[in-house]
């Protein structure tokens, strides 16, 4: 048995090394993204309000746009909407108002 403690602690003696080995890298890795990173913000500065106002007209040309029969459904379907919500919280209101005067009205 104690031989076979010996070849666990061997084995985990080995495992330390690659560990480190494989620390210096990630750090190599940071670094480099950092470069990469300082590169991106280096780039977006020499692009400047020319090229946003350029890439903007050409997603802006992207854009399906919806027809005009499109528009005018979805229009009337929003305000029925909101018609329908409306009468409901009115009458929702005002049977809460009616259940608070009838409340009140029983103390006096």
Partial sequence: MAKKADSKT???KNAKPEKEKAKPAKDKSAKNETKKAAKTKDAKKQGGIKKY???LRSEIKKVVWPSKEKVINNTGVVLTV???CGLGLFGIDSLLAVAVNALLGIGA
């Fill in 10 to 12: 061997k084995l985990d």
């Fill in 82 to 84: 909101i018609a329908v």
């Fill in 53 to 55: 106002f350029r890439d």
